[in-house]
């Protein structure tokens, strides 16, 4: 081992201690250099610091019935509008679920991104997807190598075509066996790059997702053990082709400036997937001493309908409770998800059986009123963004 290398584990090793958040042991949180964090938020991590901090901040996880492969939110672009009216820009972004979260970090542009998920099969998941990144030149080489089509002899070409034309190449596309096997060992082979201990069970899980975008391509929709599926449920087309509420297309595949954006931060290991539960003592808690380190506040908290959950389960005044505690400023919000049809909401959307409520994270974290919530719809019913808190109003809600 050399002297610095030895240096930086003895680093680490001091700063691994365990802190005390509203009176809740947390996770120790991995620091690196915390003085090198905080003087350089954006600096690339390494990939054995990579590995060192998905290990640490990960906790044990949990089983949810559905792969989500993509989102069931139709309405995931609608926060973006939201967003540019507060102002959320940069900071560190932490959210759920797969690949709707690039939407919104392509909009924010944090320095560091945290994805987590109760289930390990989101964290493979994520590595697949910078898999993707990391063998893609742009949008419609991502595309091709997602849904195993051949990819363009004239990639390039591509680079400036919107999100319909690249839609339209993959589906006059067909898989063949080459390039559905091509894919395959490609992301096989990139992943086991990252550093991350992966037995032969993960990889075999990371293919049976990719199989699933190479089998059903842009149709691809959520599925769920023991649900019926739902007419609702967008397909991967739809989300890459949804709007804001400006009626922009604004997926992260809609600019090729936001997907490379991206590509950067996957390459510079940025984007964090972990295993963990946002009521558990261990891996917020560990995530805010993380940004505290790097001078950070969070930007975003997006966590679709995991409250619901919460709250159900007897773990929302938990969740709060670590919530309370992370690093934040005025304009930080907490981006959540209700279902039930266009009459669910006031901000529900005609059209659109998801609606995205956004919520200021100091307004849910001084709330002396979050023990007596007792239903995720009265949750969703009871706060939105102040209106002083908007640049100008919205007329499209």
Not at 2 to 20: E, F, S, W
Not at 275 to 280: I, M, P, T, W
Not at 374 to 387: D, G, K, M, T, V
């Amino acid at each position: 081992m050399t002297i610095a290398r030895h240096a930086r584990t003895l680093v680490r090793r001091q700063l691994l201690a365990v802190v005390l958040v509203s009176g809740v042991a947390a996770a120790p949180a991995v620091r690196l250099d915390a003085q090198r964090a905080v003087a350089a938020g954006t600096s690339p991590l390494s990939t054995s610091d990579f590995a060192s901090l998905v290990q640490q901040l990960s906790d044990s996880g949990g089983y949810f019935d559905t792969d989500n492969l993509i989102s069931s939110e139709r309405s995931y672009l609608h926060a973006l509008t939201y967003f540019d009216r507060i102002g959320v820009r940069g900071g560190a972004y932490i959210g759920v679920g797969p690949d709707q979260n690039f939407s919104y970090i392509a909009r924010v542009r944090p320095e560091i991104v945290f994805i987590v998920d109760i289930r390990r099969d989101n964290q493979l998941h994520h590595l697949l997807l910078k898999a993707l990144f990391a063998l893609s030149q742009n949008r419609a080489e991502f595309l091709a190598r997602w849904t195993g089509r051949p990819v363009p002899a004239n990639v390039d070409a591509y680079g400036t075509r919107d999100i319909d034309a690249l839609v339209n190449l993959i589906d006059a596309s067909q898989p063949t066996a080459a390039s559905q096997h091509s894919a395959l060992s490609a992301v096989t082979a990139e992943v086991q790059r990252d550093g991350l201990h992966l037995t032969a069970a993960d990889l075999a899980t990371i293919a049976r997702f990719h199989q699933a975008f190479l089998d059903s391509g842009l149709s691809l929709r959520v599925t769920s053990t023991g649900r019926a599926p739902q007419s609702h449920y967008p397909t991967l087309r739809q989300l890459l082709q949804e709007r804001d509420l400006n009626g922009q297309r604004s997926s992260y595949l809609a600019s090729e400036v936001d997907f490379r954006f991206l590509k950067s931060l996957q390459r510079r290991n940025l984007v964090i997937p972990l295993v963990g539960d946002l009521a558990s003592p261990r891996t917020l808690p560990a995530i805010g001493a993380e940004l505290r380190a790097r001078g950070l506040s969070v930007s975003v908290l997006y966590t679709s309908n995991v409250e619901d959950y919460l709250l159900r389960d007897g773990r929302f005044p938990a969740y709060a409770a670590v919530v309370r505690r992370l690093p934040r400023t005025e304009r930080s919000v907490l981006v959540r998800s209700l279902f039930g049809g266009p009459m669910s909401h006031s901000r529900s959307v005609p059209g659109y059986y998801s609606t995205q409520l956004l919520q200021s994270l100091a307004a849910f974290s001084t709330e002396p009123d979050l023990a007596a919530v007792r239903s995720y719809r009265e949750l969703a019913q009871r706060w939105f963004i102040p209106r002083s808190l908007l640049a100008c109003p919205l007329s499209s809600t």
